[in-house]
Nanobody, 124 residues
Framework: QVQPVESGGGLVQAGGSLRLSCAAS????????MGWFRQALGKEREFVGS????????YYADSVKGRFTISRDNSKNTVYLQMNSLKPEDTAVYYC?????????????????WGQGTQVTVSA
């Protein structure tokens, strides 16, 4: 079992950058994937991107491709979401998720373990 814990949210101006961290307590073995999702007020939770522990291959939603980067530090059992060129529409609660699968899956219902979320607010 893996318990993700996010940190690093905050307030940033449009065009700025922010890095979120997700520490996975427990053991996220190479069979796991880690994902980032976000949920804006009044909207459904949406996929941002994901990464596989085994080989670091990442996948992104079209809305963040080229601006966001997911990386991992196996020694720290931590995944990062580097967010650049932030826009007001990126404002949301960002969640880290984990699952014992190596498949790419954008459906949040397919992910088992979730963090508590961290707020990211981008001002215009």
């Amino acid at each position: 079992q893996v318990q993700p814990v996010e940190s690093g949210g905050g307030l940033v101006q449009a065009g700025g950058s922010l890095r979120l961290s997700c520490a996975a307590s427990g053991r996220a073995s190479n069979s796991y994937r880690m994902g980032w999702f976000r949920q804006a007020l009044g909207k459904e939770r949406e996929f941002v991107g994901s990464i596989r522990w085994s080989d670091g291959i990442s996948y992104y939603a079209d809305s963040v491709k080229g601006r966001f980067t997911i990386s991992r530090d196996n020694s720290k059992n931590t995944v990062y979401l580097q967010m650049n060129s932030l826009k007001p529409e990126d404002t949301a609660v960002y969640y880290c998720a984990a699952d014992r699968s190596r498949a790419i899956d954008m459906n949040p219902d397919k992910w088992v373990y979730w963090g508590q979320g961290t707020q990211v607010t981008v001002s215009a």
